[in-house]
């Protein structure tokens, strides 16, 4: 078994830490013989892929790593290969880390359960947790896939099933922070304390539970960034004044948050090379050619460059391509950006509303949801 480094960073010196061994046995008795199985993980920012033989239903990988990592194992199909057919995928996530993992199934990948170390165990301790929940949401997946094309163009339909699933989002956050507080030396409390650290609503609570954390949790890569991030939550939640920043626009023009000030201003992070942004920016478009006379505006804060592989050029095509015309900021350092660094960005798109005072009015409006806010402060206002 070859293992091929698929990144552009394979020459890049690697991190001077010990790495131990992993052996990762599978069992999936519907998966045929001779069929190639494929695993995919990322290491010390690297993606690996190697692959395995299927065997009377077996297969097996071996290899190093310094930490827990998520990995995918896939039947047949390696996505990542230019050209790939990924829709129906047979695919399963597990944690890879040093140890004896095992992946079993009396059937199909997706069924799955991953064990034999600890990540993996805690894991699934989690997963029948939260089983309840993850059950409605596949009913709601379910539904969503019998949707006609008309049903998904449909705002009030899509309004309506988003809802729901945010309602499940909600009763699920108390579920993950009883099991931090009942697991403070399990890896997979480390990885839900820095998912859930990014939002206002539960920070107070991710602030305690982080400090009740084994010392070897807190001293890993990400257990060390989850105060900055706790840090960055409380300066962005809703209701505190927002922190000022100043960033150039295509022509190297620095642009101040505060230029905007006595206006309504959506902050709006994303990135040429992000599908979900791109997917909701004809959203922010139809709210900005509404509101734009009403004293509302977009900054647009762009994560392309740096470690995305993505260009400045990209970056302004999908400025165009999208008819985003309103200002936008970028240092192009990607991930890096200094900007949604200092705010505590984890994921893209996010955005933030901020009144004439600089006020965070509000944050993370998606869809329907932004016309709604805006045409409850700025119509209201406009009678």
Same mark, same amino acid.
């Given at each position: 078994?070859?293992k091929?480094?698929l990144?552009? &960073?394979?020459l890049a010196p ?14 999936a008795k519907?998966?045929?013989?001779g ?7 990322? /290491?010390?920012?690297q993606?690996?892929?190697d692959s395995?033989?299927?065997?009377n239903? #077996? ?6 790593v310094?930490?827990?990592v998520m990995g ?10 230019k050209?790939a057919?990924?829709?129906n995928?047979? +695919?399963?996530?597990l ?8 992946l079993?199934s009396a =059937?199909?990948l997706?069924s799955?359960?991953a ?5 993996n165990? *805690?894991?699934?301790?989690l997963?029948?947790m ?9 009913v709601?997946? *379910?539904?969503y896939a019998k949707y006609?094309? /008309?049903?998904?163009?449909d ?5 309506a099933?988003i809802?729901?699933?945010?309602v %499940?989002? *909600?009763q699920k ?7 931090v507080?009942e697991?403070?030396?399990?890896y997979?409390? &480390?990885v839900?304390l820095?998912? &859930?650290a990014g939002n206002d609503?539960?920070? $107070?609570?991710?602030e305690k539970l +982080?400090?009740?954390?084994? @010392? ?9 960034a989850?105060?900055?991030? %706790? /840090? ?7 209701g505190?004044? #927002?922190?000022?920043f100043?960033?150039?626009d295509? *022509? $190297? ?13 959506l902050? =709006?992070?994303?990135? !040429?090379?992000? $599908?979900p942004?791109r997917?909701e920016?004809?959203?922010v478009?139809? #709210?900005?050619?509404?509101f734009?006379d ?5 900054l647009g804060?762009?994560l392309d460059?740096?470690?995305t592989?993505?260009?400045?050029e ?5 400025v ?10 970028s240092?192009?350092q990607?991930?890096n950006?200094?900007?949604s660094?200092a705010?505590?960005i984890? !994921?893209?798109?996010?955005?933030f &509303?901020?009144? @004439?005072n600089?006020? %965070?009015i509000a944050k993370?409006l998606r ?7 805006l045409?409850e %402060? ?6």
């Open positions: 078994m070859k091929v480094i990144s552009a &960073l394979m690697m991190a001077l830490m010990a790495q131990s061994d992993f052996t990762l046995k599978g069992s519907s998966v045929a013989n069929s190639k199985i494929y695993l995919v993980f990322a /290491e010390n920012g993606r690996l892929t395995a033989i299927v065997n239903g #077996a297969f097996e990988f071996k290899g190093k310094t930490s827990p995918n194992v896939f039947n047949k199909i390696n996505p990542y290969v050209g057919n990924t829709k995928m047979d +695919y399963t996530a944690y890879i880390e040093p140890g004896n993992i095992t079993n =059937d199909s997706k799955a359960v064990g034999g170390t600890a990540a165990i *805690d894991n699934a301790k997963s029948a939260l089983k309840s929940f993850t059950d409605q949401e596949k709601l997946n *379910d539904e006609t094309k /008309e049903q998904k163009e705002k009030v339909v899509m309004d099933l809802g729901k699933f945010n %499940i989002r *909600d956050t108390p579920i993950y922070l009883k099991f507080k697991n403070p030396k399990s997979i409390s &480390l839900q820095n998912s &859930l609503k539960v920070v $107070g609570d991710v +982080y400090a009740t954390l084994s @010392p070897e949790l807190k001293a890993t890569k990400i257990g060390q989850i105060p900055s991030t %706790i /840090e960055a939550t409380k300066k962005t939640a809703v505190v004044m #927002a922190m000022d100043a960033q150039n295509a *022509d $190297g023009k620095p642009v101040k948050l505060s230029d905007f000030k006595g206006k309504y201003v902050v =709006d992070f994303w990135a !040429s090379w992000c $599908g942004c997917q920016n004809p959203n478009v139809e #709210a900005f050619q509404k734009k009403k004293n509302f505006t977009v804060v762009s460059g740096g470690n592989r993505t260009t400045k990209a970056w302004l095509k999908a165009e391509a999208d008819q985003l015309t309103w200002t936008h900021v240092d192009l990607g991930w950006n200094a900007v660094s705010w505590g984890k !994921s893209i798109p996010a955005n &509303l901020i009144d @004439p600089g006020k %965070i993370d869809g329907s949801a932004l016309q709604n806010k045409s %402060i700025l119509d209201k206002k406009t009678k």
